[in-house]
T-cell receptor
Framework: GNSVTQMEGPVTLSEEAFLTINCTYT??????LFWYVQYPGEGLQLLLK?????DKGSNKGFEATYRKETTSFHLEKGSVQVSDSAVYFC?????????????FGTGTRLQVTL | GAVVSQHPSRVICKSGTSVKIECRSL??????MFWYRQFPKKSLMLMAT?????????EQGVEKDKFLINHASLTLSTLTVTSAHPEDSSFYIC????????????FGSGTRLTVV
């Protein structure tokens, strides 16, 4: 079956530090990959996505590249802000173009301090 | 962009009562809706998938008679927690899909259920 593995948190960084949150996956075929962000007390918001190998998803300074050879989709940001403090979820969908279910990683909590 | 409205955001109920959570897609037709449960500091656990006009498909281990899902229209799905118990206390989140390429998966803001 499909699975997503994320690095354990929490991750604590100072403002303007570089962020990497690792994500690897196991899936049959060619999944679509996503990063979602959850702010305290809220639902999930799509941060970025990539639908095929070597695609780079980017949004709000965050980036992730779909690496099929390493089955990875690591999230990076060059300079984090306090407002980036949230829980980040890596996810995959194994069917493109149809509404198939998402498989989530366990989430990584990011805490950014001044 | 696509918006999913989920209500209520918080609810406290007594043991033995039932609670209904609504999930509405406001500006698109959601052919499929997903219901998730999130435990504290844990990931989202898919409970069930519902398609408009048909019965929901429940994940293994989820009691369909306890968690009733109705997807009566292309813009509304409801989850009813029947005879709630304290162990049902959790954060429930819906997600609507109206076609992956255009809308992707849009999540509601979640419902914090506390059963006392």
């Amino acid at each position: 079956g499909n699975s997503v593995t994320q690095m354990e948190g929490p991750v604590t960084l100072s403002e303007e530090a570089f962020l990497t949150i690792n994500c690897t996956y196991t899936a049959t075929g060619y999944p679509s990959l996503f990063w979602y962000v959850q702010y305290p007390g809220e639902g999930l918001q799509l941060l970025l996505k990539a639908t095929k190998a070597d695609d780079k998803g980017s949004n709000k300074g965050f980036e992730a590249t779909y690496r099929k050879e390493t089955t990875s989709f690591h999230l990076e940001k060059g300079s984090v802000q306090v407002s980036d403090s949230a829980v980040y979820f890596c996810a995959l969908s194994d069917q493109a173009g149809t509404a198939s279910k998402l498989t989530f990683g366990t989430g990584t909590r990011l805490q950014v301090t001044l | 962009g696509a918006v999913v409205s989920q209500h209520p955001s918080r609810v406290i109920c007594k043991s033995g009562t039932s609670v209904k959570i609504e999930c509405r897609s406001l500006d698109f037709q959601a052919t499929t809706m997903f219901w998730y449960r999130q435990f504290p500091k844990k990931s989202l656990m898919l409970m069930a998938t519902s398609n408009e006009g048909s019965k929901a498909t429940y994940e293994q281990g989820v009691e369909k008679d306890k968690f009733l899902i109705n997807h009566a229209s292309l813009t509304l799905s409801t989850l009813t927690v029947t005879s709630a118990h304290p162990e049902d206390s959790s954060f429930y989140i819906c997600s609507a899909a109206g076609g992956l390429e255009r809308h992707g998966y849009t999540f509601g803001s979640g419902t914090r259920l506390t059963v006392v």
